[in-house]
């Protein structure tokens, strides 16, 4: 028995008052996936080639609801058999056999600029009423205006979400790609180790045998340069716009792709012809469509995106067509006759433009800071989170610069893991931030910032556009004085009171460097903290011989770490000259901690 739960008996009655909207079929519950659908008809005032006045619908809701997955899907008869901007791949029929895979998307579509509910009685009809917007601006053609951010066609990697290729385009490639006229080649890849599915990397793109030689390269980060081993042979092919066709469905099957590539004046066999010979090895390789896409839609093109799909395995050795040796002709035919076959269905890969910009887009530091080459000394808990932040930030250009192994006290507050225990502080940082970004560029030195002995610099920084210690050490500030730089630098200081109540902070912009005014403004500070560590149970660093560890939590460290990067971004976007010292304190308001504010900033002279 199919008995209705109240609740969407009262989300169904909240759209009732809609015109446009019939009731075909009341709701229905599938067990095996715990999910309810109810079976609508949409009215809309003017229809087009492709959209009826009138369309059914299934809405399909999570049992949880109001919470849970909502998707509004055209029925598989009476409806829309296209897809639009806006929509899922609507190119097949769901397992069901009641409605088509193109589900809507609802909540682009808002006329009326309101969030969506999560009420009984406003979340349907939340949906069911943007539906409605959605039918009628796809048939008047106006559900992407000029000026809208360009979307992709949804290609639809179901089979193959296991897999995925990661490319890196811009502007600059893409002027190298209006110079080529070739139109297929070869591309070598490379797969990303350690990653929990099979991802690869495009690190050239280059020309066939016979034709004008050139090389297109992906420029990767440190990770990726150190881990080439494997590499993986694919064809390109070039498109001249995006492979889609029904409006905005991207090809099914191979007589689709032989459709959309013909209408671009693109023979597709012909160059397969040219490039299968490359990768008959009894595998099955990747084929790469590129094409321009823009930034806005309806723009000029601004980068060549490559979405790849998975050949099927081709004719090799002794499988030929009839009546023929080993050997191209036949395994050609063969290909053509019974592999690559009209009715072939596509299997799209999943592909991503991991260029610099693309993936930095979240947020990242002004280029100013991006492209400077950052020396770190000292990676323990605050310089390994602040090189962290940088890297997470977009300036991937650093050396790590420690003495010191991984510990097990250490990872309470640091970036590392135990996997890390007993090896170098500088090279377990550098690796783990490479792992980061794969535009990452860490480099690391395991030796001591400078000589015992003689209290000078035993490690060449001076090239470095900005220098920042987190070490804390008198001595460190003594050897960056007496280091002779090559050019104007940014040389930066950070450390830490006691509990991290204050933050002390010293920047300059020079090629001579001095710290006496620095000690000075903070001279009253530290022997306050003496003073009150005196009277504390300092934690202890393991058993054995006492020694004390400096008290603060990874929260504050993490909350230290972002208030000094961005103290050193104002100080270098401002172009200031003179020195600068900043004490930050931290600020308590009825027991709850608000933040720091600056106690003191002095610009020296």
Not at 236 to 247: A, C, E, G, M, Q
Not at 515 to 534: C, H, N
Request: proline share 4%; net charge negative.
């Amino acid at each position: 028995m199919n008995i209705i739960p109240e609740k969407l008996k009262r989300a169904r009655r909240s759209f009732d008052d809609l015109p446009q909207i019939t009731l075909l079929e009341d709701w229905q519950h599938n067990v095996q996936e715990d999910r309810w659908y109810i079976k609508i008809q949409i009215e809309i005032t003017k229809s087009s080639q492709y959209v009826p006045k009138q369309t059914d619908w299934y809405v399909v809701i999570s049992s949880a609801y109001p919470f849970g997955n909502l998707k509004i899907y055209p029925a598989a008869k009476n409806s829309i058999i296209v897809t639009f901007p806006h929509q899922s791949n609507n190119s097949k029929i769901d397992s069901s056999g009641l409605w088509r895979t193109g589900d809507i998307c609802t909540t682009v579509i808002d006329r009326l600029y309101t969030a969506e509910p999560f009420d009984i009685d406003s979340r349907l009809f939340f949906h069911v009423q943007r539906a409605i917007f959605w039918l009628e601006d796809a048939a008047s053609g106006t559900l992407v205006s000029d000026g809208d951010l360009f979307e992709l066609p949804s290609f639809d990697t179901s089979k193959n979400s296991h897999i995925s290729i990661a490319f890196s385009e811009d502007a600059v490639s893409y002027m190298q790609w209006e110079y080529i006229e070739a139109k297929c080649g070869i591309a070598v890849l490379s797969q990303i180790p350690n990653s929990n599915v099979r991802i690869y990397r495009v690190n050239e793109f280059k020309s066939l045998p016979g034709q004008d030689k050139f090389f297109v390269n992906a420029t990767w980060g440190s990770l990726f340069e150190s881990n080439s081993s494997d590499i993986y042979t694919a064809i390109w092919i070039k498109l001249l716009s995006t492979p889609v066709l029904n409006v905005w469905q991207p090809p099914s099957t191979l007589r689709e792709l032989k459709e959309v590539c013909y209408s671009q004046g693109i023979d597709l066999f012909a160059l397969l012809r040219d490039c299968l010979p490359r990768i008959r090895d009894n595998k099955r390789h990747l084929l790469l469509l590129g094409f321009p896409i823009p930034k806005y839609h309806k723009g000029e093109g601004e980068i060549i995106f490559w979405q790849a799909l998975l050949l099927p395995y081709l004719s090799v050795g002794k499988k030929t067509y009839n009546g023929f040796r080993p050997g191209e002709p036949g395994w050609w035919l063969r290909d053509k006759v019974e592999i690559l076959k009209d009715d072939m269905e596509l299997e799209w890969i999943n592909s991503e433009n991991w260029n610099e910009r693309e993936i930095s887009l979240r947020g990242q530091l002004p280029l100013q800071i991006k492209k400077c080459n950052i020396a770190i000394i000292g990676c323990g808990s605050l310089g390994s989170t602040i090189a962290e932040l940088f890297v997470r930030s977009g300036a991937y250009k650093i050396h790590i610069i420690d003495n010191d192994i991984v510990k097990v006290g250490n990872l309470s507050r640091h970036i590392l893991a135990t996997s890390d225990i007993g090896c170098s502080k500088s090279k377990a940082v550098a690796n783990r931030l490479n792992t980061i970004n794969p535009h990452a560029r860490v480099s690391y030195s395991v030796g001591g910032f400078y000589s015992c002995d003689n209290g000078t610099p035993s490690i060449d920084i001076s090239k470095s556009d900005i220098i920042i210690d987190c070490t804390g050490e008198n001595s460190v500030l003594n050897a960056l004085s007496a280091m002779a730089y090559k050019s104007r630098c940014h040389v930066i200081s950070i450390s830490i009171g006691l509990e991290a109540k204050r933050i002390y902070i010293n920047m300059q912009n020079a090629q001579v460097f001095q710290y006496d005014s620095f000690f000075e403004v903070i001279s009253k500070y530290l022997v306050e903290d003496e003073d009150i560590a005196k009277k504390m149970a300092l934690p202890r660093d393991g058993t054995g011989c006492w020694h004390p560890t400096f008290p603060a939590r990874n929260d504050d460290i993490v909350a230290v770490s972002s208030l000094a990067i961005k103290a050193i971004e104002t100080y270098i976007i401002s172009q200031e000259k003179k020195p600068l010292t900043l004490v930050f304190e931290q600020e308590n308001q009825n027991g709850f901690i608000t933040g720091y504010n600056i106690i003191e900033k002095v610009a020296h002279e």
